[in-house]
């Protein structure tokens, strides 16, 4: 059995496959030692989610249901008008109006009653990044949102492959990277969607926290506040683990701190403002639960979907049951996978962030069905898969991850995009 390397706090700070790692290299030599570190995970990544793409794309087209949808519920004049659909669609309201106080009557919504929403319930960062992209570029804001995503989740992989890379070696990290890319709930990877910006943050944070560069770390996590309100567990994890090293002082003080205090301007600023433009500082978590419905309820919600799947009823809040049978074998495998996790022993910024971030997933009630898309940022469950993959040929290896990469265009793609609702 191969022996998994030290974690983060039992190797040096500085290693020479770390980005202008190589003393004295220029920039071109910079570049070229990038290319040579993280390119085999991001086109092992990129190769995969093409497939998977097409094959979503071809589904939509085979079933032409998206025709006799509304073009804001998964509709459209074409396939790809799907992509930019549900809260793609809000997405690209708060990137070409900004945001309105006022909340938004949806009337025969797509829970089947009338609500009113308000795009708030959107943090800015993606918007704010699509409505960049399509000043410089030219490119409407569709397409502009699309190019961030694609871009953002290369990012994401190459983070994956660092965060993985250091744990257990490179070929595991590319495999990581490659899982990533079919996981369930990847369909939203290139969409008009916030996720690859938020993963992508994500990764290269706990990468921060385990190489011990606590001010990026801050700085990331701030930012990353800005993109969804899921970055809480993420703060926490960074956090935590920079309160772990203020105990051991092999940092000192003042990075670990920084990183403390920075970590949750974000995305505490974000909601403070939502509170000032309602008029209340709550008004973000009102917000949530009366017009989005979408609030911790300690996992109620979660119960009664998984006990009217297993039972065969539909007796529960935003029943859809393809996606609803497929987000009950993924809670039925996350104890597995955590068992799997933990056994490897991880930095503490990555089992606090991945426990963090499924308590928030299962204990919060929502449309049950996107838990496949709600846990694709806890990427560190994918190490213990790929770690046992590592022992795999390469060609073994690409025959798998390439039948799940087509697989992956129906489960993580139609499934959530056509048969419930992302």
Known sequence: ?????????????????DPGGVPGSGWREGARALVVRFGPAVWC????????????????????????KPARFGGGANPWDVLATWDGWWYQQVAQFGYHPALVTIPNGPVGFSVEQNSAAFFPLY??????????????????GMLVSVV???????????????????????????IWAIAPGSGAEWAV?????????????????????????GVITLVT????????????????????????????????????LLAPVGLLGYVAWVGWRMGEWGGYFRLQHDAWLHYFDWGQGTWHAIRGVLLGRNDYPFAFPVPDLFATLI????????VLLIRLRPPLVLTAYTLAT??????????????SRYLLPAFPLLIALAVAMRKLSWPVLAAVLGFGAVASGWYAGYVIFELGVP
Do not use: H
Not at 358 to 371: E, K
């Open 45 to 68: 990544y990129a190769v995969l989610k093409l497939i998977g793409f097409t094959v979503f794309m071809k589904l939509l087209s085979f079933s032409g249901d998206y025709l006799k």
């Open 127 to 144: 918007p704010g990044l699509m409505r960049m992209t399509s000043d410089v570029t030219g490119l409407g804001l569709y397409g502009a």
């Open 193 to 217: 969607y916030s996720d690859s910006t938020f993963v992508a943050l994500a990764a290269w944070a706990c990468y921060c926290v385990m190489t011990k560069q606590w001010v990026a770390a």
């Open 225 to 260: 506040g800005l993109n969804r309100p899921t970055a809480a567990a993420l703060i926490g994890a960074v956090g935590l683990a920079a309160l772990v090293e203020l105990y051991r002082r092999e940092s000192g003080v003042l990075r670990p701190l920084t990183a403390m």
């Open 1 to 17: 059995m191969n022996a998994i390397p030290a974690v983060a706090s039992d190797v040096p700070e500085q290693r020479s496959d």
């Open 152 to 178: 953002a989740s290369l990012f994401a992989a190459a983070g994956i492959y660092a965060v993985v890379d250091r744990m257990a070696g490179p070929k595991a990290g590319v495999i990581a990277a490659g």
């Open 358 to 371: 499924i308590v928030s997933v299962l204990g919060s009630l929502g449309i049950f069905g996107n838990v």
């Open 331 to 338: 809670v039925l495998t996350l104890p597995v996978l955590i």
